[in-house]
């Protein structure tokens, strides 16, 4: 079975391509006291995977929507454990997407003032990006992901056969990333997955490859840079120009298409900054068109848009820390004021995209 | 002005004792952007320490009573924060005792993934033992200290006239622990303050070197083990005795004087044992009479008081390790049934101070 180990503060920890997970989460509830958080509809779907029921201490089922992100419906899942029993040297097995990885993840850090867990994936996104990094970010009141904690899992369990009855948004959730990590960083990575990411989830042989070096990539980058100081920014690519879109069209875009379409027009305005070259332009274009293109994305109102920039994390007083590009594997963090030419550099990518279609 | 260094994994920070409050707030003030969070007797009593309001970016006041320290209430303070525009570059001043530093050292690590605060203790307990350490415990439905970080403060001050108003109560709970640390360590400290400890509170300058060669201790046992994975346990001296006691008084007694009590318990039945002799036993006991002698304390069951020490975290099953001592500073943790013998033990102990009395 490939695996990496990533090179965390805290510890190092594997993460484990496996072949059969029911075997595995068998192999673990002998080894340690278990406590599963799972999201309910992958325990719906995959019934057999818990079937060993009297194998785990508890098994709590998490409903992944992002009202549930929050501190109180927290508490109730860590007064469930509690009451279950949990120990600290009890083992916490999350089972999810990035959400319930979000719960999962803070649950462990401050129960008992810390416990250890176990993470198991089950969106493209979090297999092949968020599972790294050991962040977690969850709600208070109005504040999104205002809380959070920095908390790695021992281990990662990637098990691809969770990628069949993924939603095809949730496909191209995972699709940015994996894209966004291969524009970050040039070399034998980004090549195999320019050249196969066609292939994704026809071949499971291929798809866990290129999970896997989207995974190489982000785990050079998270390893420099644990606590988000500085190069981990880069990781944004595409984020402040998508997040104003998903915001723009009120949410009708996924994240993935969002972060696509975002990584586009940062090359855009890196093109026209002469920054990147035509050639280099085009390349990533086309690889990113192959999964926008069913998506048709307009904007009618330029300044409500910028509005929606303005509101970026991102954003100190009138400028953008834009994240643009110099070439593939060549990103830089650009200072950018939130002007006019901004403005016509972005309607610029739009008319740009109607003359192309 | 007196100081110390304590090394904690994450980074070193100093305890310093600060003879001008008022100016230091102001001082730090224009350093930072700061925002605080005071027990808000503290605020009643000391208006002129906060005097400077424009100084500050935000003041919240805490109630600091047990009932309020979950999970609930600290959202409301993060939820205030936030809504005054806290910023990850922004500190936490937090100026209270023991419950409110468990409240500011969460809500600093959580919030925006974790930002700087600062402490200024209020009681003795604080200032002698629990401002080092790094630890909080908050409580979750009925679990009480069941979630709880490690984060340590960037500087902590001490400010010695917080003691002239603090209640009599106050002064035992903070004198338990400060003799605690004493035994636990035999040599210099122990002398100085065994020899000087009658005259706490009425010599600032001896109350202040007290509470700094308590800190000496602490920081030596919390040093090497910063994340309570053994040798920091000699710290639950006297806790597992006095907690039952606590229980069984339905708290009428207070934390302090069932600390010195319960050091005076495990005392002597490491004196029963043939641990300790004697003259050692008498020694500590006189300094720990001299503050419990006007608080009678009886046990007229012993059976329900079993029960109380039987629920203690530190029993497993049918055993309790017992923190004993061998002689002053050679503290022992003796795994110790729950039986007869050790009940006979304790009837013995409160016979023995009735005889004495």
Chains 1, 2 share one sequence.
Not at 92 to 116: C, K, M, W, Y
Not at 190 to 210: L, R
Not at 261 to 272: E, R
Request: aromatic residues 10%.
């Amino acid at each position: 079975m490939k695996q990496l180990k990533i090179h965390s503060q805290a510890f190092n920890y594997p993460i484990i391509f496996e072949e059969n997970l029911s075997a595995k989460l068998v192999e673990l509830g002998k080894k340690y006291k278990i406590h599963i958080l799972i999201d309910k509809h992958v325990a719906k779907i995959y019934k057999d995977v818990l079937k060993e029921k009297k194998n785990y201490a508890s098994i709590k089922l998490i409903d992944p929507i992002e009202d549930k992100k929050n501190i109180q419906e927290i508490s109730s899942y860590i007064e469930y454990l509690l009451s279950n029993n949990i120990h600290k040297d009890h083992k916490l097995v999350v089972i999810g997407g990035g959400l319930v990885q979000d719960i999962g993840s803070f649950v462990a850090h401050v129960l008992l003032r810390g416990i250890e867990w176990i993470f198991i994936p089950t969106t493209l996104l979090a297999m092949a990006d968020s599972c790294v990094g050991s962040k977690s970010g969850i709600n208070v009141g109005k504040y999104k992901n205002q809380i959070g904690t920095f908390h790695p899992p021992i281990a990662i369990y990637i098990y691809l056969p969770f990628l069949k009855t993924l939603p095809q948004t949730e496909m191209v959730n995972g699709i940015g990333e994996i894209l966004k990590h291969a524009f970050i960083k040039d070399g034998k990575s980004f090549n195999f997955i320019s050249d196969n990411i066609d292939q994704f989830g026809k071949n499971q042989k291929i798809s866990g490859e290129i999970i896997y070096q989207s995974l190489l990539i982000k785990k050079e980058i998270v390893e420099k840079d644990e606590f988000e100081k500085h190069l981990r920014k880069v990781l944004n690519y595409g984020h402040t120009f998508g997040h104003a879109l998903e915001g723009y069209t009120n949410h009708k875009i996924s994240h993935g298409v969002g972060v696509l379409i975002g990584m586009d027009i940062a090359n855009y305005i890196s093109l026209k900054k002469k920054m990147l070259s035509i050639d280099e332009f085009n390349q990533m274009h086309e690889l990113i068109f192959s999964f926008t293109k069913n998506y048709k994305v307009q904007i009618n109102n330029y300044d409500t848009y910028m509005d929606f920039l303005s509101h970026d994390k991102k954003v100190i007083g009138n400028e953008v820390s834009a994240i643009l590009a110099k070439g593939i594997g060549k990103i830089e963090i650009v200072k950018t004021k939130l002007d006019v030419k901004l403005k016509n550099y972005i309607k610029g990518y739009f008319k740009h995209m109607e003359n192309k279609s």
